[in-house]
């Protein structure tokens, strides 16, 4: 997927429906039947509103004092990719296929990205 100009929730809705399965025909909830998904130019992404000043991002080093926050505007420009991870995390499923479902996203901040599709090759 391509995400240049693209609002963040809107793909990120896409995506977590695509990471667990809701896409195919033979979805069951207890069965993680999901696709990889891997998404380009992620510093292109739309953020609306106000988030990009007021969003902040937590994480905690489990030391004291180690709570770190970062704004949304300066992650976006030190990792866009984890913005992406972050918001398609939050709409997945919380199960145990959780960490299985996020491994199959793949998110790069440019154009490029070692992957390619599989498509049959004829014989």
Partial sequence: ????GKVLGRLATQVAAILSGKARPDFT????SGDMVV???AEK?????????QKEYKRYSDY????KIEMMESLMKRQPEEIIKHAVKGMLPKKKFQKDM???LKV??????PHQAQKPVPV
């Fill in 45 to 53: 992404i739309k953020i609306t509103g106000k988030k990009m000043q």
């Fill in 108 to 113: 790069y901040a440019g154009d490029k990205h």
């Fill in 1 to 4: 997927m391509d995400a240049s």
């Fill in 29 to 32: 909830p207890h069965v993680d």
């Fill in 64 to 67: 004291p004092n180690g709570l």
């Fill in 102 to 104: 996020i491994a199959r």
């Fill in 39 to 41: 998404i380009i130019n």
